[in-house]
Nanobody, 119 residues
């Protein structure tokens, strides 16, 4: 599985962005996708995940102003972020977890896209 993230950029506080993640390869094996982010000097943290069935989970700091979605037909995942804050500044990575065997799975990461929230 290969993941390609895009959509980052510079946005003013209060603005919005939509991040996209294109998946290719053995996408039928993907069970879970999500977004992580890593701010300068901080550890990578989970932002949101979405299951193959459409179930979603968000970190408290983005809950209510972010929406994660998937288009399985296009092998795409999105993260719509509203009311962006300076503390949302980070490199955002797309993530996928695929089942590769009866009792095994594999995590995959995209290359990251930088989101900078600043006036």
């Amino acid at each position: 599985v290969q993941l390609q993230a895009s959509g980052g950029g510079l946005v003013q506080p209060g603005g919005s962005l939509r991040l996209s993640c294109a998946a290719s390869g053995s996408t039928a094996d993907i069970k879970l996708m999500g977004w992580y982010r890593q701010a300068p000097g901080k550890q990578r943290e989970l932002v949101a995940i979405i299951t193959s069935g459409g179930g979603t989970t968000y970190v408290d700091s983005v809950k209510g102003r972010s929406t994660i979605s998937r288009d399985n037909a296009k092998n795409m995942m999105y993260l719509q972020m509203l009311y962006l804050k300076p503390e949302d500044t980070a490199v955002y990575y797309c993530y996928a977890y695929a089942i590769i065997g009866p009792t095994s799975g594999q995590a995959y990461w995209g290359q990251g896209t930088l989101v900078t929230v600043s006036s």
